[in-house]
């Protein structure tokens, strides 16, 4: 059981938009950058986003990130079947331990219909 | 362009320790400019952080595995390992190495792990 909260699953159709939410607390996302990672079936995952809003070079604008409180949204626009995948947030956490640990949500898996 | 590669042994017994090598190409492994962890990824579930080490040694470990984990730096070789005592069957994985940019200097932990390495399994029987 994670302490970052995930959907298990969410889907929509080709073109259409998605949001994957990632639920923490003050101890967590409250207060860190959070990144999300995309891992298609049998890959490394691969990051999508870091410091909650920021797309590393070869991203593209279809992904989006935000941060709100102690949750994260991820929001992938113009889905493509390629986008089939588990997506994961993470960030560290500062209360599971002395010191601080990094945590990654469950994981969402995406579906393109 | 930083790269990285797992190595080591695809099977161990239960009770022995399970060794693996990350090989760093691209950058040196002495660099202030990274931090290096260790990822898993049990079949069929999510991704579990394992450790994350800094050029000066400076370790941070999950805590339910923190008894049973060392993570080292091998400058020479550009590498950095991972040790984990007594292992189980629950311990099979796909196991991943990465980076951490430490983009924001001193005083601040890495909040990212860009680029990750293409993964090793390994299997406890």
């Known amino acids: 059981q994670s302490v970052l909260t995930q959907p298990p699953s969410v889907s929509a159709a080709p073109g259409q938009k998605v949001t994957i939410s990632c639920s923490g607390s003050?101890?967590?996302?409250?207060?860190?950058?959070v990144s999300w990672y995309q891992q298609i079936p049998g890959t490394a995952p691969r990051l999508l986003i870091y410091?909650?809003?920021k797309r590393p070079s070869g991203i593209p604008d279809r992904f989006s990130g935000s941060k709100s409180g102690t949750s994260a949204t991820l929001g992938i626009t113009g889905l493509q079947t390629g986008d089939e995948a588990d997506y994961y947030c993470?960030?560290?956490?500062?209360?599971?331990?002395?010191?601080?640990?990094?945590?990654f949500g469950g994981g969402t898996k995406l579906t393109v219909l | 362009q930083l790269q990285l590669q797992e190595s080591g042994p695809g099977l161990v017994k239960p009770s022995e320790t399970l060794s693996l090598t990350c090989t760093v190409s691209?950058?040196?492994?002495?660099?202030?400019?990274?931090?290096w962890g260790w990822i898993r990824q049990p079949p069929g579930k999510g991704l579990e952080w394992i450790g994350t080490?800094?050029?000066?040694?400076?370790?941070y470990y999950n805590p339910s595995l923190k008894s049973r984990v060392t993570m080292s730096i091998d400058t020479p070789k550009n590498q950095f390992s991972l040790e984990l005592d007594s292992v189980t069957a629950a311990d099979s994985a796909v196991y991943y190495c990465?980076?951490?940019?430490?983009?924001?200097?001193?005083?601040?932990?890495?909040?990212?792990?860009?680029?990750w390495g293409q993964g090793t399994p390994v299997t406890v029987s």
């Open positions: 691209g950058d040196s492994i002495s660099s202030s400019a990274y931090y």
């Open positions: 003050s101890s967590n996302i409250g207060n860190n950058f």
């Open positions: 080490i800094y050029y000066n040694w400076n370790t």
């Open positions: 990465a980076s951490l940019p430490n983009s924001y200097g001193s005083g601040t932990l890495p909040a990212w792990f860009d680029p």
């Open positions: 410091d909650n809003d």
């Open positions: 993470g960030t560290w956490d500062n209360n599971l331990g002395p010191g601080e640990d990094w945590v």
